[in-house]
C-alpha cells in the first residue's frame, strides 16, 4: 500500500515538472520571435527613411517674421524738377537781312529819300528825325519785339539803356513825335514792324498808330512825307 502511494507522487512530480518546463520554453520562444524594434538593422538595400521633421515652433516664427523695433529707415527723397521757365517768344527778323538790321548792333535809321542826312534822334521830350550827325542821341539798336509775329523790333538807344534795368524805347504816339519810355514786354507802341520796300533794302516802320511819314525832318501825321527808311552803320 505503501509502495503503491510513493509511485503515484513520484509520478506526479515528474508530470508537474515536465509541465514547468514546457511553460518555459514557450516564454522562451515567444520572447525570441518578437525582437525589439530599436535593434534590428534594416535590410540591406532599403533606404532608411529620415526622421519626421520636427514642426516649427509657432512662437519662434511668428517672431521671426515681426519687423525690428526701432526707427525705420527713410528711403531716399526722389530729386524733384526745379522750376520749369518758359522760353521768352522773340519774333523772327531772318527776313530783315537784306536792309542791314542786325539785332542789337549801333546804327543811324536814315530818312533815305531826301537826299539829306536826317537821323532819328532822342531830344530833350521827344523822339524825331532831327538829327544831323552821329552822335549819342542818334544812335540807336534794334531788338527783336517779344511777340510771336515776325519781323517786329523794338528800337532802344544805347546811351539811355548803359544802366541795368529795363531800358528804354522809343514808342509810337498818337500824333508827332514819338517819345522815349520804359521798355515793356510786348507793349504796342513800342513795337514796331518793319516792312520791305522793294529789293534795295529800305523799309518802313508801322507802328501802333501806323506808318512813319518824314517830311523836312519832322513826323508827320498827314498823308503827304517820306515812310522809305535806311539803316546806316554807326561806327565809320
Known sequence: MNTRRNHSFVIGAVLAAAATLLTACDSDQDTAAAPSASSAP?????????????????????????APTGKATAAPARPTAGPTTKAKVTSDLSELRITGIR?????????????????????RSAVNFTGTGRTDSTMMALYPAAVSAENRVVIKP?????????????????GAPLKLETCQDGK???VWRVALAGDSGLFELHGAYGVIRVKDGRITTGEDGDTGLQVLPYAQ
Not at 42 to 66: L, N, R
Not at 103 to 123: E, T
Not at 158 to 174: I, L, M, Q, R, S
Open 42 to 66: 534594416a535590410p540591406s538595400g532599403t533606404a532608411v527613411a529620415p526622421p519626421a521633421s520636427v514642426a516649427p515652433d509657432e512662437t519662434s516664427t511668428a517672431s521671426a517674421s515681426v
Open 103 to 123: 539785332a542789337g548792333k549801333s546804327v543811324l535809321i536814315d530818312v533815305a529819300g531826301d537826299g539829306v542826312d536826317r537821323f532819328l534822334q532822342v531830344g
Open 158 to 174: 544805347p546811351f539811355w539803356n548803359e544802366e541795368a534795368g529795363g531800358g528804354y524805347c522809343v514808342a509810337d504816339t498818337a
Open 188 to 190: 504796342a507802341s513800342q
